[in-house]
């Protein structure tokens, strides 16, 4: 079956420490996305690649990094810089924008806790 | 500046029918999405329209009106698993979605 994983579900991380999110996609995708969802608001976009070895900052991409090796895989890196990294962490894939369908499928999500 | 406005919150009783509206101002525009998000997990795609008019699915449909900035999501037959809430986002000149804060619609017996 094809679709979007993400791992961990639940990730409890102390305060100065780097985490990193898993999201991998066997859609054959090649735009990839990370979201954050706080209560009460909308996604916010915080990273998204149209292609491999490429990626380009959203709107609050401070204090996280990416990278995209390979096509199936897009981890988030959230950092110690980031101040208020509790949060509900959501990829997405979807096919090049532009391309006819730009329907953005979501894997599970992954909810942060910071002690 | 670029904005999406739907209500909070709507509530609606078990087998009746409720629309959920949603207004948008981009810079551009690429299509108009609604999703659907149960507590905890992740949205799921409903609909997508480019055109005016009103597209049907099943117990869903969606209207879009591109002159007036305007879309809705109707809901039919109303079923308790519809206890969620509804996305509303449009994709601007840049591909971008623009997402809305979420609908909750909670369903009352």
């Known amino acids: 079956d094809g679709g979007i994983t993400q791992s961990p579900k639940y990730l409890f991380r102390k305060e100065g420490q780097n985490v990193t999110l898993s999201c991998e996609q066997n859609?054959?995708?090649?735009?990839m996305y990370w979201y954050r969802q706080d209560p009460g608001q909308g996604l916010r976009l915080i990273y998204y690649?149209?292609?491999?070895?490429?990626?380009q900052k959203g709107d609050i991409a401070e204090g996280y990094s990416v990278s995209r090796e390979k096509k199936e895989s897009f981890p988030l890196t959230v950092t110690s810089a980031q101040k208020n990294p509790t949060a509900f962490y959501l990829c997405?894939?979807?096919?090049?924008?532009?391309?006819?369908?730009?329907?953005?499928?979501f894997g599970p999500g992954t909810r942060l806790t910071v002690l | 500046g670029q904005n999406i406005d739907q209500p909070t919150e709507m509530t609606a009783t078990e087998g009746a029918i409720v629309q959920i509206n949603c207004t948008y101002q981009t810079s551009g525009f690429n299509g108009l999405f609604w999703y659907q998000q149960h507590a905890g997990e992740a949205p799921t795609f409903l609909s997508y329209n480019v055109l005016d008019g009103l597209e049907e699915k099943g117990r869903f449909s969606s209207f879009l009106s591109r002159s007036k900035g305007y879309s809705y999501l109707l809901l039919k037959e109303l079923q308790m698993k519809d206890s969620a809430s509804y996305l509303c986002a449009a994709l601007d000149s840049n591909y971008q979605l623009i997402w809305g804060a979420g609908t909750k619609l909670i369903i009352k017996p």
């Open positions: 859609l054959n995708h090649d735009a």
């Open positions: 690649s149209q292609i491999v070895n490429d990626f």
């Open positions: 997405a894939s979807s096919m090049p924008p532009g391309q006819g369908t730009d329907t953005q499928y």
